[in-house]
């Protein structure tokens, strides 16, 4: 069991109606890994991420976490199993302060009543210092890039053996998205294991160790990062760059 991988997917389906957006997408994520899943908008990315963290039901597949089957666990009992998520969006709770939102992050854990909750909070604020000097502040007055970082700092108070992190990028100027790679580059260092989700595959594929991609509703490809990134089908679709006539 100690070389199964930390998350597998098999054949995992996921239908809005009667429309499915995802169909037979396997993946696995081991301990200590950075995985990349790119893809286009619309591919089909966030429905996987929705899928295996239990915010939708697949409707076929199986989701197996630190060995345990959890596909039909709801997302509030994954992230009490470690499997924490930081959601396209950032979702924060905009009238909540910077704190509030923080703690509401260490939930499963009993809020910050534990000496390791307050030191989790304390790691956070060491990464993202900017947060420190708004705690007391609206989430919602700050910049996109500094609710990026408040998301990604309340994914941590969870305390996950797995972090998801589903479109990073999205709505942030490439400084801001240089430094936030930056720190998960970090943490995964640190040996935090990553599942980051990211239409911007250059920048996804610069600190993975392994990518999938996905297109149509499908895993269509996969392997070392390096590799997919010299890929000629996919540095012309998802870098932009041609393949050589």
Do not use: C, W
Request: cysteine-free; proline content about 5%.
């Amino acid at each position: 069991m100690s070389h199964a991988p930390l998350l597998a997917v098999e054949d995992l389906e996921v239908r809005y109606g009667a429309a499915t957006a995802l169909r037979g997408a396997s993946l696995a994520v081991r301990r200590g890994q950075l995985v990349a899943v790119i893809g286009n908008n619309g591919a089909g990315k966030t429905s996987l991420m929705r899928g295996l963290t239990g915010l939708v039901r697949p409707s076929a597949g199986r989701v197996l976490f630190k060995g345990e089957e959890v596909t039909r666990l709801p997302a509030h009992a994954k992230v009490a199993r470690g499997l924490a998520m930081v959601p396209e969006g950032r979702l924060i709770f905009p009238d909540q302060s910077v704190e509030d939102n923080l703690i509401l992050g260490a939930y499963a854990h009993g809020g910050l009543r534990t000496p390791r909750a307050k030191e989790t909070l304390e790691r956070a604020l060491a990464l993202f210092p900017r947060l420190r000097e708004r705690l007391r502040q609206p989430a919602g007055s700050m910049s996109g890039g500094e609710q990026q970082m408040l998301a990604i700092a309340r994914g941590l108070m969870a305390e996950p053996d797995l972090l998801v992190i589903d479109e990073l990028s999205l709505g942030l100027a490439p400084r801001v998205v240089e430094q936030l790679i930056g720190v998960l580059r970090d943490l995964n260092r640190q040996g935090l294991t990553i599942l980051l989700v990211e239409q911007l595959a250059s920048y996804a594929l610069a600190i993975a160790d392994h990518a999938y991609v996905v297109a149509q509703g499908r895993v269509v490809r996969d392997g070392p990062s390096g590799q997919i990134a010299r890929d000629p089908e996919v540095m012309e679709t998802f870098l932009g760059k041609k393949k050589a006539a």
